[in-house]
């Protein structure tokens, strides 16, 4: 294994920091950030030279979609989270990512925890705020560029930028509103979950005890988001729900960031039911990353081996057309701050107890470290050139042509 890597898929990136344009200090307060890269050893899945080299030509020529993560770097001190997230500026990782391999992101912000008007999260003023200031910061660079229709993803790739998908994992914020779907359209949301772990107007969480499936509001919802050219994901639904989800949608419906219940049986994971009717209806499901999820039982030390385990299992269940990567990952303390928001964001409900800890997950700690080493664990293990073009961007790529406005 060669010492230093040529990362492939370089962007042109120009050095440019969050909010620059700003004076820091004067118009708005200064946070230690924690470290973009280097916050954790490097770890490099092992290969051989001949297949990193073909690793970086995957990365350099085919088009690379991460199907979940958050791209924001998180405060050094957690203790200070509540009040940095309470200023409502969430600053991005753009030097890392350029050097991330990836081509399109689905960005997801961190509206579970957008506080600037209340500590509950998901308030429709607070996730507005969080979307237009993030969107101001993208709009003051050129690395990144705003996806709103399927040619600005080739786009990005032609040109060394990247593309991020505006998404939002709960509709929560609409309360009773229909029409907010439209607004948040126009803010450039593209995908939508219809729920977060807890119920909200359209249906169950997949924290609650009972689950009563997705309500007649939320039908209308799924209606009105299929018009507009929103994707549908049902990641945090319950299990009824996000069957009704499925069956209530005329389009694809994608279960972005989550694993198999076959594998660990934990809420978090989806059962084969919802796995297999995602699929049957032509979506895809993203295989997630964040600490203490993808476990197995050969694997209880979360890591890249038992995440893969839920990457398998899910392709023999429904097939390679229907499985893609969204490793729900962050730039800092993932671990650290999930213990932070362990209430606020009922993660521990969907975790066991009896689960090993980890304070990272090797091989998968942040956006730009995931995909070379999910790229390098498909090349290992001998998957053809068209199958990992598959997993890595063209099953998302087809269901977004089939979901978004034409």
């Given at each position: 294994m060669t010492e230093v890597i040529k990362q492939g898929n370089k962007k042109v990136y120009d050095g440019y920091k969050s909010f620059q344009y700003l004076e820091a200090g004067k118009d708005f307060k200064v946070y230690e950030l924690a470290k973009e890269v280097g916050r954790v050893p490097a770890y490099t899945y092992p290969v051989s030279d001949d297949q990193e080299a073909y690793v970086q030509s995957i990365l350099e020529?085919?088009?690379?979609?991460?199907?979940?993560?958050?791209?924001?770097?998180?405060?050094?001190?957690?203790?200070?989270?509540?009040?940095?997230?309470?200023?409502?500026?969430?600053?991005?990782?753009?030097?890392?990512?350029?050097?991330?391999?990836?081509?399109?992101?689905?960005?997801?912000?961190?509206?579970?925890?957008?506080?600037?008007?209340?500590?509950?999260?998901?308030?429709?003023?607070?996730?507005?705020?969080?979307?237009?200031?993030?969107?101001?910061?993208?709009?003051?660079?050129?690395?990144?560029?705003?996806?709103?229709?399927?040619?600005?993803?080739?786009?990005?790739?032609?040109?060394?930028?990247?593309?991020?998908?505006?998404?939002?994992?709960?509709?929560?914020?609409?309360?009773?509103?229909?029409?907010?779907?439209?607004?948040?359209?126009?803010?450039?949301?593209?995908?939508?979950?219809?729920?977060?772990?807890?119920?909200?107007?359209?249906?169950?969480?997949?924290?609650?005890?009972?689950?009563?499936?997705?309500?007649?509001?939320?039908?209308?919802?799924?209606?009105?988001?299929?018009k507009l050219g929103i994707t549908v994901d049902v990641s945090h639904a319950g299990d009824q729900t996000a069957l009704d989800t499925i069956e209530t949608s005329t389009k694809p419906v994608t279960i972005n960031h989550a694993g198999a219940r076959g594998v660990w049986d934990t809420k978090r994971m989806k059962p084969d039911s919802v796995i297999k009717a995602c699929a049957e209806k032509g979506g895809v499901i993203g295989i997630e990353a964040a600490p203490h999820s993808t476990i197995s039982e050969s694997h209880p030390y979360h890591n890249i081996d038992s995440f893969m385990e839920h990457f398998e299992y899910t392709v023999n269940l429904v097939g390679i057309d229907h499985v893609a990567f969204g490793p729900d990952t962050l730039f800092g303390d993932h671990v650290g701050l999930h213990d932070t928001l362990s209430g606020q964001l009922s993660i521990k409900s969907a975790q066991k107890s009896s689960m090993e800890r980890v304070e990272y997950v090797k091989g998968l700690e942040n956006p730009a470290e995931c995909f070379p080493n999910i790229v390098r664990w498909l090349v290992a293990k001998g998957y053809s050139r068209e199958d990992i073009q598959k997993v890595t961007g063209g099953n998302i790529l087809r269901v977004l042509k089939e979901t978004w406005a034409k």
């Open positions: 020529e085919d088009l690379i979609i991460s199907m979940h993560e958050h791209t924001f770097i998180a405060p050094q001190d957690l203790q200070e989270f509540y009040e940095f997230r309470r200023q409502g500026r969430d600053f991005t990782a753009f030097e890392a990512l350029s050097q991330s391999g990836l081509d399109v992101i689905f960005e997801n912000f961190m509206d579970g925890t957008a506080m600037i008007t209340s500590n509950a999260g998901w308030k429709w003023s607070d996730v507005i705020h969080d979307l237009g200031i993030r969107f101001s910061d993208i709009a003051h660079q050129d690395m990144v560029i705003k996806a709103e229709r399927i040619e600005d993803l080739a786009r990005a790739k032609q040109e060394g930028k990247i593309a991020f998908v505006g998404a939002l994992e709960s509709a929560s914020m609409i309360e009773n509103e229909l029409d907010r779907l439209d607004v948040l359209y126009g803010f450039g949301i593209r995908t939508m979950g219809v729920c977060y772990s807890e119920s909200n107007m359209l249906g169950s969480g997949l924290r609650e005890p009972n689950d009563a499936g997705l309500s007649v509001f939320g039908k209308q919802a799924v209606e009105r988001m299929n």
